[in-house]
């Protein structure tokens, strides 16, 4: 399940886009790699990794933070995907 959320979850480490799985606070044992948490924070666009840009994970932070549809539409112009979605959308 993939969150995204325009605050930061923890404001003394912040991060674009981090993974949360449950785990055993004993042993640190993973409880399952099936059940896990990816949170994308919007307020912090910013600090993507060179693997997040790669992936375009930072296009689509912008697409779901744009308030306009010409903001949609520059996207548009740099990813096919997003092309495919936007035009989907208008």
Do not use: G
């Amino acid at each position: 399940m993939v969150l995204y959320i325009s605050f930061t979850l923890f404001p003394e480490v912040p991060e674009f886009y981090a993974t949360y799985m449950m785990t055993n606070i004993k042993n640190h044992q993973i409880y399952s790699s099936k059940l896990r948490l990816s949170v994308l924070d919007l307020t912090h666009i910013e600090l993507a990794t060179e693997e997040d840009r790669f992936f375009h994970i930072d296009y689509w932070a912008c697409l779901f933070k744009a308030t306009t549809w010409e903001e949609i539409k520059m996207l548009a112009q740099k990813d096919s995907i997003i092309k495919e979605a936007s035009d989907t959308i208008l």
